[in-house]
């Protein structure tokens, strides 16, 4: 159990053998363009897209112990703001550039208002709070977006042009990987930094951390400012996959979308965020075409939700935490403590 | 000599109940004050009150010329104080090691030099130190727990009953690293274990029902059996 946990929650250790996997997985992801359908190639791109918006999300309930229900406003604001600037300023790279660092700053502000807010009470009482300010603030966000028509065209969605170089799907699917790949280095770099530790020691025990001399508040709004930026991030490459943005994407499903890629694929592990993400959206989309072979599968969500009860009893440690508990259980055969 | 912690009828609530009702009490640099008294006097409240895990309400604290009595607690602490908790305060999912890094407020060569004296202190921590702090007995937590206090530059160190769930073997080892301490930390004890406060102790303060009634040297307090029994309602052999 100590060693699981360990890799549950410190510092998930990549074994030699799972870097080979990880090496070969990359290989293999790198040479699909070529040889998949365009439907393929953009359901990898929307799957490495929105493991970061999981891994986000992971920043913060699985390393700080934060229940932000109105995490989705920060892909959504990312996927609306990239958009609105498309469309009124033009599909260009400087356009884009401005529309990075416009979302970084709008997600740092908005991410510290929210913790202002949300970050006031302390206990379970303070997460309930904290859940019921920042579902709040994501309804303000998904209220205001739907208000906006002039800029957001409202429920209809707004449709956008992006600059060429992302025109190409082939190429968007290497951007979208290459994006991956440097968004779970950075966010791997801070949950083992020393502030990612204390962010950790908050998870297991807030009032733990301020007698050690923390302020605890002062953490948990550096973990949703990162969590804010790297989602917006993710959010601006979702607007240049998709080409469009509806107020879906504010809406607290969607953060329960990110709250769902964390558990299925382990919540405080980081990589666990891929394997959920990839595991949630091939299912989804395998319900989907079972659609056409009988009636029944119109009622995919039944399955789907079937599915998720399954995994969530049989591997309540999502996958990435089933394998490391596997890999914990044969370490400790070898060597008892 | 000034006093490096005076709690001047210092008093706090927990909700709606008004457990310290005038505390006071003066430790000097250098010596160790154990604070006695029965079950729910107010003995561990205090020690909260000092960091600031309970608001005090009225009266001050002053701890090397600085006020901190409406400080937040990670404020007070800053201030120099290390608080070794009860229930040992350790992060059951962080291993030793993180336990001990998490604890430093700056990751500096003097910092991690007390790191290392701590774990030569507890060579117990030193074999488990990549382990997860879960799986460490009681007294290898006790020690994790008074090492975590140890690895910044402090000023006083609150102790609140150290010897509590221990095994007879671990409390002589804690009460000697206690009397290690002593040599040149300053230390507030609370302690139910009576031969353990008497061997480490130099003054005492008894608190009942939320204040202080009585002070004095620990061995005094040691051989007068009246005393004893009427402010702590036992006696020794």
Known sequence: MSYISNLMHNRPAIKPGLWILIVLTAAVLLVIPPLSSLTTITLLSRIFILAIFGMSYDILRGYTGIINLGHALFFGGGTYLAGIMFSRMGPTLDVLLLAVAITLAFSAVIAYIMGQFAFRGTGFIGVIACAMITLAFGEIARHTAETLREYTQGADGLTFRVPVIFQDRVMMY????????????????????????????????????????????????????????????????????????????????????????????????????????????????????????????????????????????????????????????RQSRKKPA | MEPLLKLDNVSSFIGPFHILQGVSLVVYPGEAVVVLGRNGAGKTTTLRTIIGLIPASDGQIILDDVNISKMPPYKAVRQGIGFIPEDYGIFDFLSVEENLLVAMWQEDKASLDRRDYILDLFPDLKVSYKRLASTLSGGQRQMLSIGRALVNDIKIILIDEPSKGLAPIIVEKVRDVLLDFKEDKTIVLVEQNFEMACAVGDRFYIINEGRTVLDGAVEELYKDKELQKKHLGFVTA
């Open chain 1, 174 to 329: 290497y951007y979208a990987f290459l994006f991956m790949i440097i968004m779970t280095l950075i966010l791997r770099r801070f949950v083992n930094s020393p502030t990612g530790r204390v962010m950790q020691a908050i998870r297991d025990n807030e009032q733990r951390a301020k007698f050690l001399g923390y302020d605890t508040k002062k953490y948990k709004l550096i973990a949703l400012i990162v969590a804010g930026m790297a989602s917006s991030l993710a959010g601006i490459m979702f607007a240049l996959l998709t080409r469009f943005a509806n107020t879906e994407l504010l809406t607290v499903q969607n953060t329960l979308n990110a709250l769902l890629y964390t558990i299925v694929g382990g919540t405080g592990t980081l990589y666990g965020a891929i394997i959920g993400t990839a595991f949630v959206q091939l299912a989804q989309n395998y319900l989907l075409e079972l659609r056409g072979i009988h009636e029944i599968f119109s009622r995919w969500l039944l399955f789907f939700g079937a599915i998720y009860v399954l995994v969530v009893l049989y591997l309540p440690k999502g996958f990435v935490g089933a394998y490391l508990q596997f890999q914990a259980k």
